[in-house]
């Protein structure tokens, strides 16, 4: 069975840090470009930033400097190390591949930024 699995969110103050993860289980990880997305309340879900088979990491420009996509195929496992956070950093996180048709959606890890 497909599935994502989110974890690592909690509340932080602005300029502090903190590192995502996320578990796929059910497909061939090492053969997905894997990508980061997050949403806020009456908002579109948006894409953050992406990491290819072979470790390549592409960033929105807002995130780009402050965070970093790695992943340990071995593990099946996609992180997000977030520095610098700001209040906008304020989302639920998820992951799913960069391109359609996307894997069923985990249930995200909330990432609050806030003093």
């Known amino acids: 069975q497909v599935q994502l699995v989110e974890s690592g969110g909690g509340l932080v103050q602005p300029g502090g840090s903190l590192r995502l993860s996320c578990v796929a289980s059910?497909?061939?990880?090492?053969?997905?470009?894997m990508a980061w997305y997050r949403q806020t309340p009456g908002n579109e879900r948006e894409y953050v930033g992406s990491?290819?088979?072979?470790?390549?990491?592409y960033y929105v420009d807002s995130v780009k400097g402050r965070f970093t996509i790695s992943r340990d195929n071995a593990k099946n496992t996609m992180y997000l190390q977030m520095n610098s956070l700001k209040p906008d950093d304020t989302a639920v996180y998820y992951c799913?591949?960069?391109?359609?048709?996307?894997?069923?959606w985990g249930q995200g890890t909330q990432v609050t930024v806030s003093a």
């Open positions: 990491i290819t088979t072979g470790g390549s990491a």
């Open positions: 059910g497909v061939i990880f090492n053969s997905k470009t």
């Open positions: 799913n591949t960069f391109t359609v048709p996307r894997l069923p």
